[in-house]
């Protein structure tokens, strides 16, 4: 039996949202992060289908996502119940095997307990019960969240030490154990380890989607930082030296592409927020790229980018209310393949 995970820019049938709630961790951003939600969700339809996991009504909701432009017939909308909204990391992780989908339900428990996320771990089943999903959904034990891996397509995962070997993770595991458990789960065969790269605000441990992203099979795109007074000059300075030492399969380096780093956004009790660029999401026709409200470093960021993505429009989505919970646009999706059975 053969087991594989599509990359990001392989086909695909829909991207997964899980919709704000205005009681939720984003209650005090309620307004703009669910008028960010909707730009989101608006963008993704005008290229494939939009799942969103809601507890609004769905029939104002879809009214709502209509009148700002969505694509009626690409949105499917469900009743769930959830903690938070980053589908990047409770959302289904889907691997072919022998072509056939299945939809890796693994544990998710908030960033090593750090927020509560009972009903996040239960959404995925809770939208096969509800008939969003006809592939088999496979739960397990091990707690892996989709923002903390990036895959080639080739056989190789990219991840970060600090998050996978996190002891509020799977902590009865060694490294070597939980490259097993990759390799068996995912189907991958090799997996480059990084070190550095911590974003300021980051509560994630350190996830890879924040910092280092395959734009394809040779091509990484990493958050750079060019401004020595910065605090994260060093550290980053780190995780390009680890990235140019990186080989393909083929013994070849690969492609960097330096993006830079945001300026400075606090939130109003003067902590730094996590913004970065690695954290676009690859649609079939198009890369939705965040930005931070900043005119020259957003347009710097997106002309480095955009080469490195032929064929697709590069759309940039102001994600300023997102990261006020630490998160930005990557992390609040999860792509679905476009393959029979989903």
Known sequence: MTTFLPPEWAPQSAIQLTW???????????????????????????????????????????????????????????????NDVWARDHGPITVLRDGKPVLLDFTFNGWGGKFEAALDNTLTLQLKKLGAFNAPVE??????????????????????????????????????????????????????????????????????????????????????CEDERDAHYEDLKGLEAELQVLRQPNGQPYTLVALPLPPAIHDEDGKRLPAGYPNFLILNGAVLMPTYGDEATDAEALRRLKPHFPGREVICLDCRALINQYGSLHCATMQLPAVKGI
């Open 20 to 82: 704000p709630r205005a009681t939720g961790d984003f209650a005090d951003w309620f307004d703009a992060v669910r008028a960010n939600f909707v730009q989101l969700a608006v963008a993704i339809s005008h290229y494939q289908s939009v799942l969103i996991g809601t507890e609004e009504d769905v029939n104002s909701l879809r009214a709502d996502l209509v009148a700002a432009g969505a694509v009626a017939e690409n949105l499917r909308l469900y009743v769930v119940r959830s």
């Open 139 to 224: 739960s397990t034990a091990f707690v892996l969240e989709g923002g903390g891996i990036d895959v080639d397509g080739q056989g190789t995962l990219l991840t970060t030490t600090r998050c996978l070997l996190a002891e509020t993770r799977n902590p009865h595991l060694s490294k070597t154990q939980i490259e097993d458990e990759l390799k068996a789960k995912l189907g991958v065969t090799r997996i480059l380890w990084l070190t550095h790269g911590d974003l300021i605000g980051d509560d994630t441990d350190g996830h890879v989607d924040t910092i280092a992203r395959f734009c394809n099979a040779t091509t990484i795109a990493y958050q750079a």
